[in-house]
């Protein structure tokens, strides 16, 4: 189908946009009434080929019988909104939602996470029903991951699992891998890692998530380690200990590979320090007997009579 000479082509429509810049309606419809006319004043009537329509005072020529009739301009194509498909975000005025509706998110609060509350009467708590965030502590091949993991999947209210290490080893170019020494950068993203996981844990906790995070924190480093969890959660936070003997805990880092893996004097240096939880008030759960599903269950044990007297840390 041919233009109308001297009218120029709107540019491609594209889905999820509005015009295009510089592109004005003017310009598609040369014969738009001038500003200032008067807003009842219908338009001109555009005829093919560009001519100008007729005057009132002389009637238009009647068009010969082999003519064709003049085309039309096509209609415009619809503009889409200003936003594209799909719903526009929330803005921080926006009123909540109407029940029903979903992809609410609350923001974690201004606060720390508060200890839970024990349950009315002499009932025990029943810690698989209860929102609760638990920080698994140990050394290297204590098992803190796989215990995390398979308490985190086996509750019946939702659980997350948060593992510094993972969250450590997001940096991937720049990363300061411990085992080569720690300095200054290491326990700086150490220490970036852990507000990240702190920040996470209350934001789930917020939206009515339990979470579980591990972390090899040494007794002896109070600020670095558990004083740090308790500034980035909150008091709430229920810190456990996990530990093995230590020939367990040998031989399950020898089944380990990459940076995940230390060397057997590491190892012991490691466990060594982590001896300093006994006496501190914390329970300590050594499961160097138990598997994956019986040290959950220790844990559940352990959770029940930590909200019925929360631990001083």
């Known amino acids: 189908m041919q233009h ?3 009218s120029p082509l709107p ?6 946009h509005g015009p295009a810049p510089g ?3 003017a310009a598609h419809h040369p014969t738009a009434p001038p500003p200032g006319a008067a807003p009842h004043a219908p338009p001109a009537p555009v005829f093919g080929g560009g001519h100008a329509p007729p005057t009132p005072h002389t009637p238009p020529t009647p068009p010969a019988a082999h003519a064709q009739p003049p085309m039309p301009h096509a209609p415009a194509a619809p503009q889409a909104p200003p936003h594209g498909p799909g719903p526009v975000p929330p803005t921080p005025d926006s009123p909540p939602p109407a029940a029903g509706t979903t992809s609410h998110i609350q923001l974690p609060p201004g606060g720390p996470v508060a200890m839970p509350s024990p349950p009315q009467g002499s009932a025990p708590t029943d810690t698989g029903a209860t929102t609760l965030a638990v920080l698994l502590i140990g050394p290297a091949g204590a098992g803190k991951t796989s215990v995390a ?6 509750r019946r209210v939702p659980t997350a699992h948060i593992s510094l290490d993972d969250v450590r080893e997001w940096v991937r170019s720049g990363f ?3 085992q080569t020494g720690w300095n200054d950068h290491s326990e700086a993203q150490y220490r970036l890692a852990r507000r990240t996981c702190g920040f996470a844990a209350r934001n789930f906790l917020a939206n009515g998530i339990s979470c579980i995070l591990d972390d090899a924190v040494f007794p002896d480093r109070p ?11 909150g008091p709430g936070l229920l810190p456990v200990v996990l530990l093995p003997g230590l020939e367990v805990v040998l031989e399950r880092n020898a089944e380990r590979s990459g940076n995940r893996r230390l ?12 001896a300093g939880w006994y006496g501190s008030g914390l329970p300590i759960i050594d499961n160097s007997q138990l598997d994956v599903p019986a040290t959950a269950r220790v844990l559940d044990e352990v959770l029940t009579r930590a909200i019925a007297s929360p631990p001083q840390w």
């Open 23 to 25: 592109w004005s309606q």
């Open 4 to 6: 109308a000479v001297g």
């Open 223 to 233: 600020v670095v380690g558990l004083g740090g969890w308790k500034r980035h959660v």
């Open 149 to 154: 993991k398979y308490w985190a999947e086996h």
């Open 11 to 16: 540019p491609p429509h594209q889905p999820g």
């Open 176 to 178: 300061a891998d411990p």
């Open 263 to 274: 060397t057997d004097e590491e190892v012991a240096r490691i466990h060594g320090r982590m």
